[in-house]
């Protein structure tokens, strides 16, 4: 199983931007898709997640609203559309992937993880 997420960049306060997850080593259907971040200082956060089974979704309060998930079957490819992004909302972004496809936001319950992606919010 691999994960490469792609998409992070340098932005200012206000703009938008869409991370990718691409997944290798899944049938589409059988596992769910988990973002993460990981501010400077801070541990990392779980902030929104998807199955790739009936398409549900769950969003950290903090990013409720702005941020949202959508998935490509065709490409085995997990999309998280930001928009509205704040200063801290600067972190390292990681997708994670767990072989069952039910929505979760517990770190340990994901198997496989991408090597992250850097967005920086600028004010």
């Known amino acids: 199983v691999h994960l490469v997420e792609s998409g992070g960049s340098l932005v200012q306060a206000g703009g938008s931007l869409r991370l990718s997850c691409a997944v290798s080593?899944?049938?589409?259907?059988?596992?769910?898709i988990g973002w993460f971040r990981q501010a400077p200082g801070k541990e990392r956060e779980g902030i929104s997640c998807?199955?790739?089974?009936?398409?549900?979704?769950y969003y950290k309060d903090s990013v409720k609203g702005r941020f949202t998930l959508s998935s490509d079957h065709a490409n085995n490819t997990v999309y998280l559309q930001m928009n509205s992004l704040k200063p801290e909302d600067t972190a390292v972004y990681y997708c994670?992937?767990?072989?069952?496809?039910?929505?979760?936001?517990?770190?340990?319950?994901?198997?496989?993880w991408g090597q992250g992606t850097l967005v920086t919010v600028s004010s």
């Open positions: 994670a992937a767990r072989e069952i496809p039910v929505t979760t936001m517990y770190e340990y319950e994901y198997d496989y």
């Open positions: 998807i199955s790739s089974s009936d398409g549900s979704t």
């Open positions: 080593g899944f049938t589409f259907g059988d596992y769910a």
